[in-house]
């Protein structure tokens, strides 16, 4: 079945490390993208790319950092300059056509620093 | 920068009643599109509604029906015949070149 998956769920890290959270989808889409969502604030973005090799910032990419080498995967970095990092995370993607074009979710990943 | 308004944090409905979710939007540009997505509480998020700005016409899918006032840049939501799966938390959104921003979202509860 095609989809898009997020991996893994839930994320434990500890102050001060970098963690990458993952983000693989088997749709053909072309454009990938990368949301944090806290309670009250809705989805904000963070990054998104619509070609291989190539990303823009997103309104709140202080601290997070992508890579997009392969069409399927988009995987985020949280670094340890992201000053609060807890928070829900979703990936999403569509084909290059965003407008209008329909977005699919993956089930996101929990992020908790301890 | 587009902004994404929705001022009710929290609804409550009876079953089988009626429901709007209210949303205001801020842009400059003439041609874009609007969003309804629902997230139920296992957090995957689905698309209830679109609308494209040049159409007039509301769209409408089974119980899901959007009011769209383009020169008040308003968008609701009217949920008819509510059901307890339409239980979630609904979030607005509207995309120009290929950035989607979402609003804060309603919390949709329905009462049996």
């Known amino acids: 079945d095609g989809g898009i998956t997020q991996s893994p769920k839930y994320l434990f890290r500890k102050e001060g490390q970098n963690v990458t959270l993952s983000c693989e989808q088997n749709?053909?889409?072309?454009?990938m993208y990368w949301y944090r969502q806290d309670p009250g604030q809705g989805l904000r973005l963070i990054y998104y790319?619509?070609?291989?090799?190539?990303?823009q910032k997103g309104d709140i990419a202080e601290g997070y950092s992508v890579s997009r080498e392969k069409k399927e995967s988009f995987p985020l970095t949280v670094t340890s300059a992201q000053k609060n990092p807890t928070a829900f995370y979703l990936c999403?993607?569509?084909?290059?056509?965003?407008?209008?074009?329909?977005?699919?979710f993956g089930q996101g990943t929990r992020l908790t620093v301890v | 920068a587009q902004t994404v308004t929705q001022s009710q944090p929290e609804m409550s409905v009876q079953e089988a009643e009626t429901v709007t979710l209210s949303c205001t939007y801020d842009?400059?540009?003439?041609?874009?599109?609007l969003f309804w997505y629902k997230q139920p509480p296992s957090r995957q998020m689905i698309l209830v509604i679109r609308?494209?700005?040049?159409?007039?016409q509301n769209a409408t899918e089974n119980r899901f029906s959007v009011n769209f006032q383009k020169a008040a840049k308003s968008f609701s939501l009217k949920i008819s015949d509510s059901q307890l799966g339409d239980a979630a938390m609904y979030f607005c959104?509207?995309?120009?070149?290929?950035?989607?921003?979402f609003g804060a979202g309603t919390t949709v509860t329905v009462r049996a």
């Open positions: 790319s619509q070609i291989v090799n190539d990303f």
């Open positions: 749709l053909n889409h072309d454009a």
């Open positions: 609308q494209e700005a040049y159409k007039q």
């Open positions: 999403a993607s569509s084909f290059l056509d965003w407008l209008g074009t329909e977005a699919f």
């Open positions: 842009t400059s540009e003439s041609d874009y599109y």
């Open positions: 959104a509207y995309t120009y070149d290929y950035k989607l921003s």
